[in-house]
């Protein structure tokens, strides 16, 4: 049985949805919105562990740990190498003792239809999006079940629950379908031990989506697209002792897209 959060009933929800004194393991946090709930994670008071593959992030990491005065490192590692995530996560656990955090956040998106889109390109895009977050999974669950606590939240999008226009991305709808439903399934079995849940953005400005696009907005029911910063309370939630009761959620934020 997952236990609610310590002294639950007598505590205020600002203390809830504190962060402070817990660890955090951020895989693929290194720009965009990742790094953007890596410094939302030590703005709320958690030390955290950052991944990068391309793009160095040791720099980042010296400047979240000098303004927010939690510890900050930054570690390479490629996520679709299930190696890779397992010698971070050894490292992580080495330096904290324990991890309460777990995002898992790496993702690419190839705008092609399926006529288009070699069998390679899709498999390719499979391994990254949907076999990365099952190998962080893999290597984190027997993790929590030890500790016998902790939060895996996945970076799914509102994408795994439509098809998005005017662009044909299938692969990427694809493998974000599978990540919301991967993490229902692990909700389900990590029930007595940890908590898993998924966020799902819709249209954000980051350098994957390539920023602004205004053929999207008639199809947003704000009319605008999202910047990163307005993901990370979701994330600071599901991380918090506030969501002690929440699992299985695919929370997603997306301007009201998917409720049309």
Known sequence: MSPPAKNINERTVVDLLSLKGKKALL???SKGIGLDVAEAYAEAGASVVITYNRTNAEDQAKKIAQRHG???VALKCNVSDSNDIKSVFDQALKKFGHID???ANAGVCTNKSAAEMTPDEF???ININLNG???IGHVTGPVFEKQGFGSFIATASMSGTIANVPQKQCAYNASKAGV???CKSLAVEWAPFARVNCVSPGYISTDMTGGMHDEWVPYVPFRRIGYPKELTGAYVF??????SYVSGLDLIVDG???AI
């Open 27 to 29: 895989y693929g946090c």
């Open 70 to 72: 939690v510890e900050a």
């Open 101 to 103: 955090i777990v995002v």
């Open 123 to 125: 498999a390719k895009e």
């Open 133 to 135: 977050i099952f190998n």
């Open 180 to 182: 919301i439903h991967l």
């Open 238 to 243: 599901l991380a918090s002792d506030a969501a």
């Open 256 to 258: 009201g897209y998917t």
